[in-house]
C-alpha cells in the first residue's frame, strides 16, 4: 500500500481524471464528502495532502488550488514536490521530551517560544536524547571528535551555557541532567 494518499475535497472531476491514471501515479487518491472530509483522522504519519480550494482551520497539508484549469502534468508536479516538502519537513523535526527540535531551522521549541541553538548544540542535544546517558568522554568522542583521553572541559561549558540558555528561556533547569551514568535528557 502506497503511504502518500492524496485528499481530494471539492473536486468531483479532478479526482475522475486522477483515479482513472492512478496506475501511473507514486500516490493513493482519495475523494471526501463535507461528512466524511470532517470525521478523517489526519495523521501525519499517512504523510497526506488535502487539495481543495481553500485552507482548512486546525488541518496541515493542504494545497490551495485557486488556478483553474491547470495543465495534468503540472498538478501531478506540483502535488509530488508538496509531498517531497513534507516529507523533508518531517524528518527535520524530533521530539526532544517535551520540546521540538527543528533541524534545519536549528531552534528549540515549547509552546510558541522559541530557542535559536548552534550546530553543536543540537549535535549534543541529538546525541544525548539518543543515547539516554552519555559520559563526558561519549560525548567528547563522539560530538566534538576529540580523544577519549584528553583532559578538557569543553564539554561540561558547553552543557552549561546551554542549560543556562534553556533557564532563561523557558524557565527550565532540568533539561540535561546529570547522574552517576553521565548526562541525560528529561
Do not use: A
Not at 11 to 25: A, G, M, P, S, T
Not at 108 to 134: A, C, H, M, Q, Y
Amino acid at each position: 500500500m502506497n503511504s502518500k494518499i492524496l485528499i481530494i475535497y471539492e473536486y468531483q472531476i479532478l479526482f475522475e481524471i486522477l483515479n482513472e491514471i492512478r496506475e501511473k501515479l507514486n500516490f493513493k487518491v482519495i475523494k471526501l464528502n463535507s461528512k466524511e472530509f470532517i470525521d478523517y483522522k489526519y495523521e501525519k504519519k499517512n504523510n497526506y495532502l488535502i487539495l481543495s480550494s481553500r485552507k482548512y482551520e486546525n488541518i496541515g497539508d493542504c494545497l490551495i488550488l485557486s488556478s483553474i484549469p491547470i495543465k495534468l502534468e503540472r498538478l501531478i508536479e506540483f502535488i509530488n514536490i508538496n509531498f517531497l516538502k513534507n516529507k523533508f519537513s518531517d524528518q527535520s523535526n524530533v521530539k526532544i521530551g517535551k520540546y521540538n527540535l527543528d533541524l534545519n531551522s536549528r531552534k528549540i521549541s515549547l509552546k510558541g517560544k522559541n530557542l535559536n541553538l548552534t550546530e553543536r548544540e543540537i549535535n549534543l542535544i541529538v546525541f544525548i536524547n539518543e543515547k539516554k546517558s552519555v559520559t563526558v568522554k561519549d560525548l567528547q568522542e563522539k560530538v566534538w571528535d576529540y580523544s577519549p583521553d584528553l583532559e578538557t572541559h569543553t564539554v561540561e561549558t558547553h552543557i552549561y551555557r546551554l542549560r543556562k540558555k534553556m533557564k532563561e528561556t523557558f524557565g527550565d533547569e532540568n533539561f540535561i541532567t546529570n547522574d552517576t551514568n553521565g548526562y541525560l535528557i528529561k
